[in-house]
């Protein structure tokens, strides 16, 4: 048991209480603490602030150097010191946020190796490299008269609450910042797109702002939300196909550097989702990765498979979070951007304002000066005998003229005047004067006249950045559609698998039993027992599905094309029961009943169709039966495909001995309706952009390119087209007649030529323009009438001049490896495919003239043409000359 003490008298009972009342709880001291810390990281660490678009540290180094700024390079080591002064933090965080702000190409102009963002090389040591302010950052960053100052940590100095930033350098650059509680991640946008988006806020106009990353590369913004939390941005590296056995990728995603993309491959090829041979990383000034396929691996498939495993395609969630009146708040790009765009007109009307006040300083003094002169008001001086006086006297002088002068004048403004030297008062030119004070006056006004229309002068401001500045600013980042890839299709066989039928285990570590096909590690198995049921479920080493295996496959979701023809007896009733129904959606490791779920049914027949055949069976019955034909055959085409749980159509109510099949089936599906999604630059089933019609197994697609050679590929839907490398893509009719006009480097003239299309070899590309280097396709069109407007030239320096020519008028048709008919002119210098004109029947066709025919008229207006004028003609005369 505890003693009780008690105090023995009252002096020490006083010092209890006293102690008492100076306790302080240690839980909230630590709160405090903790709230002042986490404060002062997002103030004055991580996050920026909206006025300038800059972080504490990043300030200071501009700050700095603006001091040292002499228009030559300085050390960055040097750089760092003179920070240091303002930033209390150390010399690592300056010269990391220093070397991170000079790969940005904006606000510096560098010197010396600064590393490089594609290979995520680092910059070399301070010492060794130097910088200084760009022109664009003196332009936009400075200006003390416009800054608010403050002591810096120590008291010493004083720094800027924040730079006068007229420019939206936030969104320029982007940030990205960890605080305590919260992070900010805002992503860079481009130069010229920033300016013609403030330029269009002060309009009044509507804007859209997407990211632009320095490493390119694609980028599909259509979930970006306006860069706000909550948003996704999915961005590809640039892949082209070098040759059936290589790939190349140009352009790599932000965020990552050829170093990790390579060893990103190289993991996904040990993890066998890939087959590569090498990956050769040939960076220079250039990105440049050589990844060699395995031999028998699909480009387009690999293409897909480099985007679904690696860091060819990653995923940024922007979260623009900017300090705001000294607190976070969490915005968008839009309302950032229109932030930093009133901010640049305020800025500019004080810059106004200020030059207002001194051009009407210098009228002031400049007409008191006059007057002084002029007037000889100085030589009233000479008596006086106290500088009070002379002060007087010159205050009397001026009287008369105080209503000349905006304001009154003051005794600064006198003693000023007393400063006069005798040397300039006897100098003094009048017209030199007046001529100073019209510059002054003219001046003046233009600035009063900015101030009075203050939105448009800030445009001019805006499109003076532009034309200064946006040279080599062009936006880097192709914005386009992607689609979803899906990982198990695209993924290499990567394992075998197995099936143990009567066992009832299926994976791919059962060596010793029965080999079904090779699949990959990710893929999902379907499985059909002799009792019925079916379910799906995914690849294992070894896993147990169920005794009496009749059939196990890789299943393919949504594969509406893959058809199940399946006989099976009801337990109850006796009936034997046809149906033919797919599998596109289930439930992993759910077992699916596919007859009436009564005891003992059983399946007497079942094939899996991957393109919906219905084969022939023959169907034997008991010879204890009452069916008086105990053989009789049964087409599965008489049977609709529905859905898995269907009870099907009655085959027979007797007993049936043994099914066999009889004929093979053909496919009751019909070919696949097959569409081309110009965005995407692939093909589809889904209804997605233009139709090309419905293919059989033996259709393929012809595939015109710019570059002027064509290839014939099949219609799956894992093939990839470049939609900027196209000129024709459609279903391929080897009766079609191709059109083209185009550029002969050997000859150095222009043909056209028309052809068809003789060769069968699939994926292989042909040029039909020639092998010879420089020479170019301008038009290609499979249309059957084709009108095509060809602007040229008739001598190397003429005139300009247009016409339409109707190749099928002008040129028979040849072999696609003819040269053509040349056309007539020294220099093309543009051509364009127009609307075709509809005939009923073919006809003698000539030239058109430009006159006749406008590139948007109506077909009506197209087949009921003026009569050509006599120029015309001579110009058609002269193209048929050469047919």
Not at 178 to 205: C, M, R, Y
Not at 727 to 749: G, R
């Amino acid at each position: 048991m505890s003693e009780i003490l008690e105090p023995t008298d009252s002096n020490e009972q006083n010092n209890n209480e006293e102690n008492l009342h100076h306790q302080i709880v240690v839980s909230g001291l630590y709160e405090n603490w903790f709230l002042e810390y986490a404060s002062y990281v997002i103030l004055e660490r991580a996050v920026p602030a909206v006025e300038d678009g800059l972080k504490p540290v990043q300030r200071r180094i501009l700050h700095a150097l603006r001091e040292m700024d002499d228009g030559r390079f300085n050390k960055v080591a040097n750089v760092i010191g003179a920070t240091m002064q303002y930033h209390p933090h150390g010399d690592a965080s300056i010269g990391d946020a220093l070397v991170s702000m000079g790969q940005k190409n904006l606000l510096f102009d560098t010197q010396g190796n600064w590393g490089d963002i594609l290979t995520g090389d680092g910059a070399a040591a301070p010492r060794y490299i130097e910088v200084r302010l760009s022109k664009f950052g003196n332009e936009v960053v400075f200006n003390p008269q416009t800054t608010e100052w403050q002591l810096s940590y120590d008291g010493r100095k004083r720094e800027p609450v924040t730079l006068p930033v007229k420019f939206p350098l936030l969104l320029a650059l982007g940030v990205e910042g960890i605080a305590v509680g919260l992070s900010t991640k805002v992503l860079p946008h481009n130069f010229i797109e920033l300016l013609e988006a403030s330029i269009n806020i002060l309009k009044d106009k509507p804007f859209e702002l997407y990211p632009d990353f320095p490493t390119g590369g694609q980028m599909d913004a259509s979930n970006y939300n306006d860069g706000s939390r909550g948003g996704k941005v999915r961005v590809r590296a640039k892949i082209e196909e070098l040759d059936k056995k290589t790939l190349v990728i140009r352009e790599i995603p932000f965020g990552t550097t050829t170093t990790s993309v390579k060893d990103s491959i190289i993991k996904a090829n040990d993890d066998g989702k890939i087959k590569v041979k090498k990956v050769e990383d040939l960076t220079s000034r250039e990105v440049e990765i050589h990844v060699h396929l395995a031999p028998g691996v699909s480009p387009d498939i690999t293409i897909d498979a480099l985007y679904a495993f690696t860091e060819c395609e990653v995923s940024i969630s922007p979260n623009a979070c900017v300090i705001i009146g000294d607190r976070p708040h969490f915005v968008n790009v839009s309302k950032i951007l229109e932030v930093c765009t009133h901010q640049t007109v305020q800025l500019l009307e004080q810059e106004l304002q200020i030059r207002k006040g001194e051009l009407m300083e210098k009228l002031l003094y400049s007409s008191l000066e006059k007057i002084f002169i002029e007037n000889r008001i100085y030589r009233k001086i000479e008596e006086c005998e106290t500088f009070e006086a002379v002060l007087e006297t010159i205050g009397k002088g001026l009287e008369k003229y105080k209503k000349q002068f905006y304001r009154a004048i003051t005794q600064d403004d006198l003693i000023r005047l007393t400063e006069i030297r005798i040397k300039r008062i006897s100098k003094y030119d009048a017209f030199k004067a007046d001529e100073l004070m019209k510059r002054l006056q003219e001046e003046l006004g233009e600035v009063e006249e900015n101030l009075a229309n203050l939105t448009r002068y800030a445009i001019a401001y805006f499109k003076d950045l532009l034309k200064k500045y946006s040279k080599g600013r062009e936006r880097k980042t192709e914005i386009r559609a992607f689609n979803t890839i899906a990982a198990n299709v695209v993924a290499a066989a990567n394992a075998k698998l197995y099936v143990d039928r009567e066992g009832g285990f299926i994976g791919s570590g059962l060596k010793k039993d029965e080999y079904v096909s090779d699949c990959s590690d990710i893929d999902d198995v379907i499985v059909f027992r002799r009792d019925g049921k079916c379910l799906v479920t995914k690849i294992q080493d070894k896993v147990f599905v169920g005794k009496d295996i009749i059939y196990c496959s890789v299943f393919k979701k949504a594969d509406e094309r893959k058809v199940y023809n399946l006989v099976y007896l009801d337990g109850k009733s006796g009936l034997s029961m046809a149906k033919r129904f797919n599998v596109t959606a289930v439930t992993r490791d759910r077992e699916y009943d596919l007859t009436m779920g009564n005891p003992k049914s059983k399946i007497l027949w079942f094939t899996a169709n991957d393109n919906g055949e219905a084969e022939v069976i023959t169907v034997s019955l008991t010879a204890q039966s009452a069916a008086k034909v105990k053989q009789f055959d049964f087409n599965f085409a008489t049977v609709g495909i529905k859905n898995r749980s269907a009870q099907g159509n009655i085959l027979t109510k007797y007993s049936v001995r043994k099914i066999v099949q009889k004929s093979g089936g053909v496919s009751t599906l019909g070919g696949v309706d097959i569409w081309y999604d110009e965005h995407l630059g692939r093909l589809n089933r889904d209804e997605r952009g233009r139709y090309l019609g419905n293919f059989s197994n033996s259709d393929t697609i012809l595939v015109a390119y710019k570059n002027g050679q064509y290839e014939l590929t099949n219609y799956s839907l894992t093939n990839h087209y470049e939609p900027n490398e196209i000129d024709v893509l459609e279903k391929f009719d080897p009766e079609k007649v191709v059109s083209a006009v185009y550029y002969e480097a050997t000859q150095k003239a222009w043909y056209v030529k028309r052809f068809r299309v003789e060769t069968t070899t699939i994926d292989k590309k042909f040029s039909f323009i020639g092998e010879t280097k420089g020479s170019k396709a301008l038009a290609v069109s499979t249309q059957k009438f084709p009108r095509i407007e060809i602007a040229y030239q008739v001598k190397d320096r003429g005139p300009v001049e247009k016409m339409i020519l109707e190749p099928e008028g002008f040129i028979d048709v040849r072999g696609w490896k003819a040269l053509g008919n040349k056309l007539p002119f020294a220099r093309v210098k543009e051509v364009k495919i127009l609307a075709p004109k509809v005939v009923e029947e073919v006809a003698t066709t000539q030239a058109l003239p430009i006159s006749s025919v406008s590139e948007d008229a109506d077909i009506e207006e197209v087949s009921n043409e003026p009569e050509s004028t006599e120029a015309e003609v001579t110009a058609v005369k002269q193209l048929n000359l050469f047919s």
